[in-house]
């Protein structure tokens, strides 16, 4: 017994090491060879399904290119946008791209890569809406509608405090109140707002001055200053 406890203590050690191996290849982006990248695909031009179901867009490229850079495949899931973060913290995801705002109360809980878009919050106002400027959304009763988890909605939460608010999980949701008139505003990007106004000439009005501006990036789980830095090597060549 005695002369066999040391033998086992060594092959309890190897198999400790191995098992550490496995555990930080799979937990450090290894996947197989691929780079996990989450997306709310309902955004065109910048993610979005085509005809065929396929990711395309502009966000989809830039992860493509980013996995491309590690030697691995992008593989995209879509994600409802309110739980992009989550999904990022849990492990679910190895990046976000989808449009995201990078400002202060994310950062609180991820990082986020230099930025790649800059835009700035705007407003679709109901046709009858008696909304025609910001300080339009200011009069006590206004009823706006926001989609959960944006910037949109952060903003006019904290704004807008005497808001009726319209929470809901999506852009033609929102739109539809807008359309329908059961809304006086919503508050979006301006891209959006310029795209669902020109879907919709005959209900809506498009007010695009900035409510402010923002810029959008990559957003990855804090403490992984390796692949910050190879995104945005990769955005800067891309912005070249």
């Not at 992008?74 to 309110?82: G, L, R, S």
Request: aromatic share 6%.
């Amino acid at each position: 017994m005695s002369a066999l406890a040391p033998n086992l203590r060594v092959m309890t050690k190897i198999l400790g090491a191995l098992l550490i191996t496995m555990l930080l290849c799979c937990c450090g982006g290894g996947r197989d060879g691929k780079l996990i990248i989450g997306t709310d695909a309902t955004y065109p031009p910048f993610e979005y399904k085509n005809e065929r179901n396929e990711f395309v867009g502009v966000d989809i490229e830039i992860g493509r290119e980013i996995a491309k850079s590690m030697g691995k495949t992008a593989e995209f899931q879509n994600i409802n946008f309110d739980g992009l973060i989550t999904a990022l913290k849990s492990g679910s995801v190895d990046i976000i791209i989808s449009s995201m705002t990078a400002n202060d109360e994310r950062r609180q809980s991820v990082d986020f890569s230099d930025p790649y878009v800059k835009t700035g919050l705007s407003i679709l106002a109901a046709k009858e809406s008696a909304v025609n400027s910001a300080a339009d959304l200011k009069t006590p009763g206004r009823k706006i509608v926001v989609r959960l988890g944006t910037t949109g909605e952060m903003w006019v939460r904290k704004e807008l405090p005497d808001a009726k608010i319209v929470s809901l999980d999506s852009d033609a949701a929102c739109v539809l109140e807008v359309v329908k008139g059961g809304v006086d505003a919503w508050v979006y990007d301006q891209i959006s707002i310029m795209n669902y106004h020109q879907s919709q000439p005959q209900t809506t009005r498009a007010l695009l001055a900035p409510l402010r501006e923002e810029t959008w990036a990559v957003a990855l789980r804090q403490g992984e200053p390796e692949l910050k830095a190879k995104i945005n090597a990769v955005l800067a060549k891309m912005r070249a």
